[in-house]
């Protein structure tokens, strides 16, 4: 404990909070009483800073898990390729009655075996879509698991998922060691491999050349906004007085996206080299590599990664002989989506529940970390800074399309017959080359109905559509280009322009089988989950909204539901403190827009709900209407239906 406790400063012990809390369910299994008057004594808090966050982060529990602890992942890509299923055979095969929350079909609290042996419940995306379904029992991620051959996970082993050799469009970069034959995530492969030359290269070199290195790139931030990273990094002074922090985000909860994960996996000192020189160029003397506490097995492997950087001198103190002394920390999460957002990440890392930050500052390289300038940069992004300082700005910046340089990983999952992650030239693969060349084409020989190119909070794209973009020409005049979703480029600006967004580089492709509002309730409920409820529009309308859809579903859809979906969606966008309002707008506005009639055809009813949204009158379900009069009770924010019949 007093070496977690080391990894933040000596005024700053607060931080240690969450890996305490990990230590100790670690060994006794659950956080009891003891436990937070403890934790709260040993770094000079109250129990109630302690108890904020065992009741925030839902990977801490206030119970023992059985023995074997299951945990099924339910959201998009997975609930595609069967988790329900899944759950349903687990809980069947292990004897485990799981309670039901009456109010909907996903989250509920942990249920038990009788004896005590397992326990199961589900979890949002666990950052593995390409091989949908997944679970995890106690530390291990199950892959691909068979709906119908469940028991053998309960007792095999793992079994490592298949990696494809890189497609002939691909250009790989930051992947070109993963699957590579007789590849170890050990110093010595990567050292024979000319692992940390590039360390070495930028320890010579001086911190403003390294910015500005990284200003020609181009490069754009690969964790969702796509904010050119050279721009953010000249953000911190360079004769700033205050300790400078640098934070890589590996919290991957976007669900959709799974690329950091086997990054992390499988070339761990990619990363470690990365933000070493990250480090260097920032002049910041702590880094901290903030991962999802769904990435045990990579938060060891990160771990092991540092203490051999460290034995070669690559960390540590007097870097490579360069005077310079740099520190990296693991710090895991406790699963809340929303420590993704940089400024709650930082309030996590600072010990305190995940409340996104009131903006301005609008940078946390002005004030971030402990009040210090930070500057908060995706896995990938650090791995491209590596590649860039190798090879230069300007050719890195060759790569790929003008504004949208460089490579990506586009993590491509859902309806498609060859799931996985590939690394493309930005905007030199268009749409339809990712799916049918590269991801092998629409599974089981379907027709392609519509796209979520960005992650599941990016607006969908209807497979028929015709984009209007407008396209620079080489004399720098522009013309209007209209495009199907085949020609779109896989690039930052083509998918805005599109109306959607390149985001975290999560595709997840739907095929003419899926039904949309089945599709819309999936992603409103991780939504609803995931809000840290600091905001009403947010943490009301996400509920609001999820318990909508799974009315619809249950065919309970009154004539109004559409519309008033949208509004909610309309009242929620750009008025919240963080970006998880739009996240958890755009779906809804985006599918109802999108796909009018689907809507429509479960919202047949001809009365509004006498109640709030968030309530679900099973009578509305059952019967066709309800008789009651106007004004018997006051419905507050909905109005009466055309018929007055409320
Ligand atoms: C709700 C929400 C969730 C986010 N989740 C992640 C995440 O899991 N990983 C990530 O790198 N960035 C995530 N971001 C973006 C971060 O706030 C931040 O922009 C990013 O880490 C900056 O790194 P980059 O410039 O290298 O992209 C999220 C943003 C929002 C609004
Ligand atoms: S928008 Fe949602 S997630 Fe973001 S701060 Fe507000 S309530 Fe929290
Ligand atoms: S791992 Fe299940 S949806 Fe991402």
């Known amino acids: 404990m007093d070496e977690a406790i080391g990894h933040y400063p000596p005024d700053q012990k607060r931080s240690a909070a969450l890996p305490l809390l990990h230590l100790w369910q670690e060994h006794f299994d659950f956080i009891n009483d003891e436990a937070v008057t403890w934790i709260a004594a040993k770094l000079g808090l109250q129990p ?28 998009l890509s997975c609930a595609m390729a069967g988790s329900y299923q899944v759950m349903e055979n687990l809980c069947a095969a292990t004897g485990i009655q799981r309670k039901v929350d009456p109010a909907g079909a996903g989250h509920t609290p942990i249920s038990m075996s009788p004896g005590g042996n397992y326990s199961i419940e589900f979890v949002e995306c666990l950052a593995s879509c390409g091989t949908a379904p997944v679970c995890m029992i106690n530390d291990d991620l199950h892959e691909n698991v068979q709906p119908d051959n469940t028991m053998s996970i309960l007792s095999e082993p793992p079994a490592k ?35 940390y030359e590039d360390l070495r290269t930028a320890v010579k070199m001086s911190r403003a050349d390294i910015v500005n290195e990284v200003k020609t790139s181009g490069l754009r931030g690969r964790g969702g906004a796509g904010f050119p990273c050279g721009v953010k990094w000249s953000f911190i002074k360079p004769d700033e007085k205050k300790p400078v922090y640098l934070i890589c985000n590996a919290d991957e909860s976007e669900p959709g996206t799974f690329k950091d994960r086997y990054i992390i996996h499988e070339d761990p000192h990619q990363l470690l080299e990365g933000i070493a020189i990250s480090c260097f160029a920032l ?90 300038p930070t500057i908060v940069n995706n896995v990938e992004t650090l791995c491209a800074v590596k590649h860039i300082v190798a090879m230069g700005g300007a050719k890195y910046a060759q790569l790929g399309r003008p504004n949208n340089t460089g490579t990506r990983i586009v993590c491509v999952s ?65 013309i209007d280009v209209e495009m199907s979703i085949d020609e779109l480029p896989m690039d930052f600006d083509s998918l805005a322009a599109a109306g959607s967004m390149a985001g975290s580089g999560g595709v997840i492709v739907l095929d003419d089988s899926r039904d949309m509002v089945w599709v819309l309730n999936n992603i409103n409920e991780f939504y609803a989950h995931e809000s840290c409820g600091q905001c009403t529009p ?94 018997a009770h006051d419905p507050g924010w909905e109005k009466a239906g055309a018929d007055a019949v409320i």
């Open 48 to 75: 109630i800073n302690i108890l904020e966050l065992v009741t925030f982060y839902p990977m801490l529990r206030e119970r023992r898990a059985g023995k074997t602890h299951i945990r099924v992942c339910r959201t």
């Open 161 to 195: 998922s298949a990696v494809y050799p890189p497609h002939p469009l691909e250009q790989r970069i930051i992947f070109k060691n993963i699957g590579r034959e007789n590849w170890k995530t050990d110093i010595k492969t990567y050292l024979d491999d000319g692992g």
């Open 283 to 372: 002049n910041a003397r702590t880094a901290y590599i903030y991962i999802r506490g769904e990435f045990p097995k990579g938060a060891k492997i990160l771990e092991r990664a540092i203490e051999e950087a460290r034995e070669h001198k690559f960390l540590g103190k007097d870097i490579l002989g360069s005077g310079f002394d740099v520190d990296v920390h693991i710090h895991r999460g406790a699963g809340a989506y929303i420590c993704g957002e940089e400024t709650g990440l930082i309030e996590s890392l600072e010990g305190k529940r995940a409340y996104p930050r009131i903006k301005p500052p609008y940078f946390p390289a002005v004030l971030g970390l402990y009040m210090c």
């Open 414 to 478: 859902g309806d498609v017959e060859r799931p996985g992650y590939f690394e493309i030239e930005v905007g030199k693969v268009t749409m339809g080359q990712l799916i049918y060349d590269i991801a092998g084409g629409v599974k089981w020989g379907r027709r392609l109905k519509a796209v979520i190119p960005g992650g599941s909070s990016a607006k969908v794209l209807r497979a028929d559509e015709r984009f209007k973009i407008k396209q620079k020409q080489p004399d720098g005049s522009t």
């Open 538 to 631: 947010c943490r009301e309308g996400s509920l609001w909204m999820k318990k909508i859809t799974e009315r619809m579903l249950d065919g309970g859809g009154v004539t109004e539901d559409p519309h008033t979906l949208k509004t909610i969606g309309d009242n929620i966008a750009g008025r919240t403190i963080c970006a998880f309002g739009e996240a958890c707008a755009w779906p809804t506005q985006s599918f109802v827009e999108k796909f009018p009639d689907e809507f429509a055809a479960y919202a047949r009813k001809s009365i509004p709900p006498p109640l709030p949204p968030e309530q679900t009158p099973q009578e509305l379900i059952e019967h066709e209407t309800i008789p009651t009069s106007p004004l």
